[in-house]
């Protein structure tokens, strides 16, 4: 009888799927938050290393990358993603996480899963092991990479440039995928060109000069003129930007003042801009700096209390998955999981930093998916990602996610032989 690939990983999944989800409840019980995710990559690495991977740690942070060579052909690297959020979980399960952490501010926050990335890293050692035990159907080199700080959209851009790629070679392809919170486990979602928005923060302090409530002639509120900088930052997207293209500008926090009869002497705010072009993104930022400085100086502010913008180092340009690249996954994964289990979806405003991977000169050609994760019986509607009632269908996500993954992977470093 002819054995096919798909069906050698599909035993092999059943195999290991006991272990896996042991695996996948101890992450889950145990979230750390972005840059703190030591004892989440010591569970990954070693459960990698006792999959036959070469493992090296701290890069970029708590970043991992695993590798097994098989001989001569393609470098392909997978991600998975670490990083757990400052969310109380309340899904009731009987692993539910009942951690504490004290975060980036000095405060003690809840800590959750609550964007799956333990369900990504329960793939990758799935993926890791059927690779391993699957290495006479391929050649070539696999790159298993654990990213910190996903969710502060920093991790990736932090391993390159810690020199991922001198350690494991710079690789042909890059692979990552993500659960779906919106779609049936069993499917894989996917965009092909660009897929995500890039997105930047940015600080804004205006100045303007303090003075006492009740004499308003000898102070420059700042107030009046954030209030005024805020309404015309709503006429970028609206009248500057292109109607065909994608642009988002959100005023996400406003903080001054501290007493009733006083005006302060400035107002902190903080922005988020979204994107899909590197040329949005620049006239984006130049249309806030224009804006800022002009109401600021229409306001009699001197030349150098300007307002002062600061861009923070959590940005993620646009994820742009490769058509060429798509054009053999998705047949190949199409091929196993069924036609119309695969799902092309438009491009998202949200973000995610795993282009920064690709983003090296020259580019690195990327496919990104999604895997469905709502349990068809299941009689509640589906909880969004980051809630703290997000409650995936972990055998079907776990499963799933190892079969089309490995499937992908087969397709770009394999010959599939019967
Ligand atoms: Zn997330
Ligand atoms: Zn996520």
């Known amino acids: ?16 799927y006991p272990s896996l989800f042991s695996l996948y409840r101890t992450l889950h019980q145990h979230p750390e938050l972005s ?27 708590f970043g991992i990358a695993g590798v ?20 109380l979980e309340e899904t009731g399960l009987s692993y539910a996480s009942t951690e504490t952490t004290v975060d980036w501010n000095g405060r003690s926050v809840p800590v959750m899963h609550a964007c799956g990335h333990d369900l ?32 502060r959209v920093s991790g990736a851009a932090a391993m390159v440039r810690d020199g991922l790629y001198n350690t ?15 779609y049936p486990v069993g499917t894989v979602i996917y965009t092909e060109g660009v897929s995500s928005a890039g997105a930047e923060s940015f600080d804004l302090k205006i100045f303007g000069v303090g003075g ?36 988002v500008l959100t005023v996400s926090s406003i903080h001054t003042g501290s007493k009733h009869n006083a005006i302060p002497g400035e107002v902190e705010l903080t922005l988020n801009i979204r994107f899909f072009s590197p040329g949005v993104r620049d006239h984006l930022i130049s249309a806030i700096e224009r804006i800022t400085a002009s109401v600021a100086r229409g306001a009699g502010v001197p030349e150098e209390r300007l307002p002062m913008l600061t861009l923070l180092d959590e940005s993620a340009p646009p ?82 996610g190892v079969r089309a993954m490995s499937i992908a992977l087969l397709a770009l470093l394999g010959e599939e032989r019967y």
Not at 72 to 83: E, F, N, Y
Request: aromatic content about 4%; some cysteine.
């Open 1 to 16: 009888m002819k054995i096919a690939c798909h069906d050698l990983v599909d035993r092999m999944i059943e195999q290991e």
């Open 35 to 61: 840059e703190m995710e030591e004892q989440t990559a010591l569970t990954l690495s070693t459960s990698l290393e006792t999959a036959g991977y070469t493992v090296t740690t701290g890069i970029g942070g």
């Open 68 to 87: 097994l060579d098989t001989g001569p052909g393609r470098t392909v690297l997978v991600r998975a993603d670490m990083d757990a959020l400052p969310v």
């Open 120 to 151: 990504h890293m329960t793939i990758l050692a799935g993926v890791a092991r059927v690779m391993a035990a699957l290495q006479d159907w391929w050649s070539g080199r696999l790159v298993l990479v654990g990213q910190p700080s996903e969710e």
């Open 168 to 182: 494991v070679g710079t690789p042909d392809a890059l692979l990552a995928l993500h659960v779906a919170a919106e």
């Open 212 to 247: 006492h409530a009740a004499h308003p002639n000898k102070a420059i509120d700042p107030i009046v003129i954030a209030a005024e900088t805020i309404l015309l930052l709503q006429t970028v997207v609206s009248r500057e930007i292109d109607p065909q293209a994608f642009a």
């Open 319 to 400: 994820m742009i998955c490769d058509p060429a690249l798509a054009g053999v996954v998705i047949p190949a994964i199409r091929a196993v999981v069924g036609e119309e289990q695969v799902i092309a979806v438009p491009p998202s405003s949200g973000s995610e930093d795993f282009g920064a991977f690709g983003a090296v000169d020259p580019p690195i050609p990327i496919c990104y998916f999604r895997v469905g994760s709502v349990d068809p019986n299941s009689t509640h509607p589906p909880a969004f990602l980051h809630s703290g009632k997000f409650s995936p269908d972990a055998e079907g996500v776990i499963k799933n």
